[in-house]
């Protein structure tokens, strides 16, 4: 019994240790019309790498991206926020075991960051990459933020000890800038509308009822009742 449970630990502890990466985006609020904006991306798993090929996408690359392949056709490139820079080492997985290697804006929406360990991998949990975004002339909207669904046929992935493609699970962003509400809480809205104008009504409608003009006007009215033939 106790030989059949020390290997059922062994081959979860197997499981967990070469399990993919998980990179979930996230939905990003902005401010409109700000540059240098920071945006974290994060890893899951623990997966032992030994680099990382990392690709930023804003919505489809835009309009610089048409005629790319794989981009939109002319004139159907999405206008949207720039991505200036990629950090992947301060406060990530690869702060203290790191050589530098690209660093380069392919498409105002596009961005590549790539680096490997100095010596034997990481461990992939933790931050991933700091993505600064500009959000120069746009004040409201919502753009795709994609590392898989990229233009670059390779998007974003790790390395392993032996220079091997480790592809990673991941879940696309958003950027958003102004408030977007969702149907729920348009709804509270509608609510909380309603009441505000029963109790409006009420109050003025209490007020009027206790005016001096409507209390002279009440009793005008019943004396003239009393005083009728």
């Known amino acids: 019994m106790f030989r059949l449970t020390a290997v059922l630990v062994v081959l979860l502890c197997m499981g967990q240790v070469s399990a993919e990466p998980i990179i979930d985006v996230g939905i990003h609020q902005l401010l409109p019309d700000t540059p240098d904006q920071t945006i974290e991306i994060s890893v899951s798993g623990g997966q032992p790498v030994a680099g990382l090929e990392f690709f930023s996408q804003v919505a489809d690359g835009g309009p610089e991206a048409e005629g790319v392949p794989g981009g939109p056709q002319t004139g159907e490139g999405i206008d949207g926020p720039e991505t200036t820079d990629v950090d992947l080492f301060t406060g990530t997985i690869f702060e203290h075991n790191n050589l530098p290697a690209a660093r380069q804006s392919l498409l105002p929406q596009l961005f590549h960051a790539s680096t490997v360990t100095a010596a034997g991998t990481v461990a992939a949990e933790g931050l991933l990459a700091t993505v600064t975004i500009d959000t120069s002339g746009f004040f409201s909207g919502e753009w795709g933020l994609y590392l898989g669904d990229t233009l670059d046929p390779e998007s974003t ?73």
Do not use: C
Request: charged share 15%; aromatic share 10%.
């Open 157 to 229: 992935h790790f390395l392993s000890a032996s220079a091997q493609t480790v592809s990673p699970q991941i879940t696309e962003g958003l950027i958003r800038i102004g408030f977007i509400p969702e149907p729920s809480t348009l709804v509270l809205l509608s609510i909380a509308v309603g009441l505000f104008a029963f109790a409006w009504r009420w109050r003025r409608r209490k007020s009027t009822m206790n005016s001096p003009a409507t209390a002279q006007r009440s009793d005008h009215t019943r004396r003239s009742i009393w005083q009728s033939p």
